[in-house]
């Protein structure tokens, strides 16, 4: 079974920096995309970045410049560094682990979530 642990959210002053984590554990061969995404109540899900195995990064708009995300394919670990948070960046986020491939085929996984909170 493949579990994605998420950690590193938090309180924060606008201006501050947090960095977020998330492990994919399991019996894992390979993982082909990961990501980060956020979430207010009430509204669809966002794709804030990604990182597919080979490196190549994709950003939101609204964070590019100040999020940076990276991985460690040996440990199957994404992180997200956030710098210059604002309150607008106040969400929910979650860890996102698309095409991940185990003895049993390939399938995409979720995080438990997060929340970030930036105070003005």
């Known amino acids: 079974q493949v579990q994605l642990v998420e950690s590193g959210g938090g309180l924060v002053q606008a201006g501050g920096s947090l960095r977020l984590s998330c492990a994919a554990s399991?019996?894992?061969?390979?993982?082909?995309?990961m990501g980060w995404y956020r979430q207010a109540p009430g509204k669809e899900r966002e794709l804030v970045a990604q990182?597919?195995?080979?490196?190549?990064?994709n950003y939101a708009d609204s964070v590019k410049g100040r999020f940076t995300i990276s991985r460690d394919n040996a440990k199957n670990t994404v992180y997200l560094q956030m710098n210059s948070l604002k309150p607008e960046d106040t969400f929910v986020y979650y860890c996102?682990?698309?095409?991940?491939?185990?003895?049993?085929?390939?399938?995409?996984?979720w995080g438990q979530g997060t929340q970030v909170t930036v105070s003005s």
């Open positions: 990182i597919t195995s080979g490196g190549s990064t």
């Open positions: 399991g019996r894992i061969f390979r993982v082909n995309v």
């Open positions: 996102n682990a698309n095409g991940v491939v185990t003895m049993r085929g390939v399938a995409d996984y």
